[in-house]
């Protein structure tokens, strides 16, 4: 089970996904940047890090879309995914 430390992060994540899909600059799909995350993460007090894991970790759960072939970094890891869904009801922590 879930600490209420990592429910709480995974809502503010969740918070960000939503407001980044109900932007007027970016409607339909999204494309979510590593560096969005980590500065989304700086702003609320969360490693950063920790914060692209969660990101990573909620694919399927939080969000639908796919990473984009194009932002694999040197290190062979996305840096980057086009986010077409994000859920609006409660998830199943995972």
Do not use: C
Not at 2 to 19: C, N, P, V
Not at 49 to 76: C, I, N, P, T
């Amino acid at each position: 089970m879930a600490s209420e430390a990592r429910k709480q992060d995974i809502r503010q994540m969740m918070g960000f996904l939503r407001d980044k899909m109900h932007s007027p600059d970016d409607p339909g799909e999204v494309i979510v940047s590593r560096h969005e995350v980590e500065e989304f993460a700086r702003s609320v007090g969360m490693d950063e890090e920790a914060a692209w894991r969660m990101f990573r970790v909620l694919k399927g759960h939080a969000w639908d879309g796919q990473y984009m072939e194009e932002s694999r970094s040197e290190e062979r890891e996305y840096t980057a995914a086009r986010v077409t869904r994000v859920y609006t009801g409660p998830i199943a922590t995972p």
